[in-house]
């Protein structure tokens, strides 16, 4: 499974399916691609999702991490961590 970042247009790609989002939801992906595997305090998310120009709550984070799981169907895209925050995980084709 592969995930495209598409910034001209503010889409990803998933596999062969285009899934459109929010500029909240596109900054905060493109935030967890930058670093897989890595966990991202709330406070760091919020940073990506506002990119300074607005002020919002850490919770507001859940909202979009929660619809960036429901919009490519697959929960186990974005890890929560306990006490911190989230954690991508890179995408793996299944073995055939």
Request: hydrophobic share 45%.
């Amino acid at each position: 499974m592969k995930i495209w970042l598409d910034r001209d247009r503010n889409v990803a790609r998933l596999e062969d399916r285009e899934v459109t989002l929010t500029a909240a939801e596109f900054r905060l992906l493109k935030r967890f691609m930058k670093s897989p595997g890595v966990a991202l305090t709330r406070e760091e998310l919020v940073q990506a999702i506002t990119q300074g120009d607005a002020v919002i709550g850490e919770r507001a984070v859940d909202v979009h991490v929660c619809a960036l799981r429901k919009k490519f169907g697959c929960p186990e895209l974005i890890q929560t961590v306990r006490g911190i925050g989230y954690r991508f995980v890179k995408p793996v084709r299944p073995a055939s």
